[in-house]
């Protein structure tokens, strides 16, 4: 899968932007503040319709305008023109030309895996994030996914809500509660599965790029372990106590641990490091396997940080994509670029919103 | 800076609220009428109040109506121990197109959404118990969206039915006819198999 065009109007630092792209890899160089991060930022925009970096559509338009246009060329499986616009007043997402009715239908067109410096958070931040790791997983491979999530979201509010009324309304409650185990229970199902094929996954990639043997194991922790109504009737007082849905799969868990301990109290920073790339490596594994073609990485800030012995775990992966005429753009400064990329790569250079192409030939960057 | 006449500007205002018309397309309609036939406009206007002054709704079904009762609780061919709940007026309308159902209907006015601040009191369920009752109905057919709203208000009204003794049923969630799998989407898929049936 790759990006044969992409197209950005006032978007972050960008007043216009149309660019072709070929497969393979791209090297985004810059200095700091010129734009680098925002140009992954909107393909990974294009893939899940939010930002990597966690903030809202109004942060992403170029000061002083009304709105961001991002739209590219996706070719996978057959070649896509995905456009989307926002405003505060108004919002486009078009397929084809065609407005996007189902956000089914539309996000498993473009696939994305994204490293960044803010996946440390997976290893060290709140359960959100790995559950949130969890979700995109499952958007990713499992197309009925996201409608459930959606759908169990929604139930789980509406409970919320009536459990803050009073008089409380039983049967309402129940009825409410009927659907937050349906598809409760769905999810707790399709999260069980996907641990243990995801697992062998991030513990080969973390035994490549680390220098430790310690031995990295992911567990499902889930909120609920059998029946999730009876459970609901067991936390029962204490729901009419704190008025909020208290088990399920939005208060699940996954653990990291190393060698049986948990890697957010006992691993180094380096550890930590390592093993948030390792989860990236096993998604980006996983969705290959499943569909047959890796997704575009986006590789932002990330080779920087890892060593010499890190980058290079990280070279089959890499390769892989490049092989299977997969698409990777990767940010670097000048200073830290990957010399042991040398081969076959298109050199862009980043200046303040601005992309030019490096022609090849010309002299790598010191 | 011209600026319109008053009254335009009134209009405009007016129309701008109704559903699906922006300010754009509100300046455009008003345009329209104060430029177009006078005649067409007295009509048009006409037509709106009594329209209004006339239709309302069945005090037995809900459906809207210009008589009270409706035609369809008046008519005497109509199965009356079969009952179709449906949730907005119009819903009747799909159903009756199909043609097959030849029982009686009752509109809920909407569907239980806390997050919205719909109470079962807000809809017309207490009509419906007392509808019944003495009607000597059945079997009541719930025919409600399928979102978490519609699903839990299915739930709801299957519960406080069941004291009163009733069956209730509601549409099979199923494939669109006439099409191939490959229309259908996964979660409708998934609840066509849990709802599949025997085919001999
Ligand atoms: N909404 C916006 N409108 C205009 N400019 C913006 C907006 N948001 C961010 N910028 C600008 O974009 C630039 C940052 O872009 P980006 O984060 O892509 O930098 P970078 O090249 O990745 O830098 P670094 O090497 O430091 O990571 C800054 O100059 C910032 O002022
Ligand atoms: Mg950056
Ligand atoms: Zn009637």
Redesign the pocket.
């Known amino acids: 899968m790759h990006l044969a065009q992409l197209r950005l109007r006032d978007f972050?630092?960008y007043a216009r932007l149309d660019v072709d792209l070929t497969p393979g890899f791209h090297l985004l160089l810059?200095?700091?503040?010129?734009?680098?991060?925002?140009?992954l930022?909107a393909i990974y925009l294009l893939a899940t319709l939010r930002s990597f970096r966690g903030v809202g559509g109004a942060?992403?338009?170029?000061?002083d305008h009304r709105g961001y246009f991002v739209g590219a060329t996706v070719v996978g499986e057959g070649t896509h023109a995905v456009k989307m616009y926002w405003s505060p007043k108004e919002r486009r997402l078009t397929l084809n030309g065609d407005p996007v009715r189902r956000l089914g239908d539309y996000l498993g067109v473009l696939r994305v895996v994204v490293f960044c410096t803010e996946d440390l958070q997976l290893v060290k931040g709140a359960a959100g994030q790995r559950r949130r790791f969890l979700n995109l997983l499952l958007a990713q491979t499992h197309p009925a996914y996201l409608t459930m999530l959606q759908r169990y979201a929604r139930a789980v509010r509406s409970r919320n809500a009536l459990l803050r009324q009073r008089p409380l309304d039983e049967t309402a409650l129940e009825s409410f509660s009927r659907e937050v185990v349906g598809t409760g229970t769905e999810i707790t199902r399709l999260r069980h599965e996907l641990i243990p094929r995801i697992s062998p996954l991030a513990r080969l990639a973390y035994r490549r790029i680390s220098n430790d043997a310690e031995e990295l194991k992911l567990e499902y922790r889930p909120s609920v372990r059998a029946d999730f109504a009876a459970e609901l009737a067991r936390v029962r007082t204490r729901e009419l106590n704190y008025r909020t849905t208290l088990v399920g799969p939005h208060r699940d868990d996954l653990d990291l641990t190393l060698d049986r301990k948990p890697a957010s109290q006992f691993g180094s920073e380096g550890q930590k490091r390592s093993l948030a790339v390792a989860l990236k490596m096993a998604q980006a594994e996983y969705v290959t396997g499943l569909r047959g073609a890796p997704p575009i990485l986006l590789i932002?800030?990330v080779m920087g940080e890892l060593d010499a012995k890190r980058r290079a775990g990280l070279l089959p992966l890499l390769e892989r994509s490049h092989q299977a005429s997969g698409q990777v753009f990767m940010?670097c400064?000048e200073e830290n670029w990957p010399h042991e990329l040398g081969r076959r790569l298109q050199r862009w250079e980043?200046v303040?919103?601005t992309l030019n192409r490096v022609a090849d030939g010309a002299a790598a960057p010191a | 800076m011209a600026s319109l006449p008053p009254s335009l500007t009134r209009l405009i205002a007016a129309l701008s609220h109704l559903p699906g018309v922006g300010p754009r397309s509100a300046e455009r309609l008003a345009l329209h009428l104060v430029q177009g036939e006078p005649g067409g406009v007295k009509e048009l206007a006409r037509a709106i109040v009594e329209a209004r002054e006339t239709v309302r709704n069945c005090s037995t079904c809900g459906a809207l109506t210009e008589t009270d009762p409706c035609e369809l609780c008046r008519d005497d061919r109509r199965d009356r121990a079969l009952i179709c709940v449906v949730e907005r007026p119009v819903d009747i309308l799909l159903v009756e197109k199909a043609g097959v159902f030849r029982g009686r209907f009752h509109v809920l006015g909407g569907k239980l959404s806390p997050l919205n601040g719909v109470e079962p009191e807000d809809l017309r369920i207490a009509e419906l118990e007392r509808r019944v009752g003495p009607e000597g109905i059945r079997e009541v057919i719930l025919a409600l969206p399928t979102d978490v709203e519609g699903d839990a208000t299915c739930h709801y009204l299957a519960q406080r039915l069941r004291e009163v003794g009733i069956q209730v049923t509601r549409l099979a969630h199923g494939l669109p006819a006439g099409s191939g799998l490959e229309y259908a989407d996964e979660l409708t898929l998934t609840r066509a198999l849990e709802g599949r049936s025997s085919v001999l």
Not at chain 1, 30 to 39: D, E, P, R, V
Not at chain 1, 59 to 63: A, F, G, L
Request: proline letters at 0%.
């Open positions: 972050r630092n810059g200095g700091n503040a010129q734009g680098k991060t925002n140009i930022e942060q992403m338009i170029r000061h932002d800030d940010t400064t980043v303040s919103g």
